[in-house]
């Protein structure tokens, strides 16, 4: 176990996860000028059980919703001084009294940065699948379940692995 005059960092790790979400936020901002320029008027806003639209709406409407949180939520993830003045008491991370108590909070909020950051360029990643899958089905392409799932899939995986990276990281034991 390391000294606590000797602080753990993951130099590589937190700035690869800041490089993300700062690129599928680029992503996404680059997918809906598109999405303003190329969609038709009216778009599906949503989808049924079985992957096909059941409700429309303006474009507009569209880039108004999905663009403001597909970006507001990365960019709220990736500020670290939001994350470092709540209360510890409610930030809920693996063995984190632990790495209190060795004053290695700094490696802590390494970790959670390196999550939350990731977590988000998800989170701008799938609104930009979701985009596209509007403007196919807008213009006319046949959808179902699998091209609304395939999204949705990916971004649990990726979430998935942050969370076992972050799981890892905050051992104790390693």
Not at 82 to 98: A, C, G
Not at 109 to 125: E, H, K, P, S, V
Request: hydrophobic share 55%.
């Amino acid at each position: 176990m390391p000294s606590s005059s000797v602080p753990r960092r993951n130099p590589r790790g937190a700035f690869s996860a800041l490089v993300f979400a700062a690129a599928a936020i680029a992503v996404l901002a680059v997918t809906a000028v598109w999405f303003w320029i190329q969609a038709p008027d009216v778009v599906p806003s949503h989808f049924d059980v079985t992957g096909r639209p059941d409700e429309w709406s303006s474009k507009s409407e569209i880039l108004g919703i999905l663009v403001p949180i597909g970006i507001g939520i990365p960019v709220l993830f990736s500020i670290r001084w939001i994350w470092e003045s709540l209360p510890t008491s409610i930030v809920n991370i693996p063995n984190k009294d632990h790495w209190l108590e060795l004053g290695e909070d700094t490696y802590l909020y390494d970790c959670l940065m390196q999550f939350m950051r990731t977590l988000g360029g998800a989170i701008a990643l799938l609104f930009t699948a979701i985009l596209v899958i509007m403007f196919k089905v807008g213009q006319g392409a046949e959808s179902s379940v699998i091209v609304t799932l395939v999204p949705v899939a990916g971004f649990l995986v990726v979430s998935a692995a942050a969370l076992w990276i972050l799981v890892r990281q905050l051992d104790p034991r390693r």
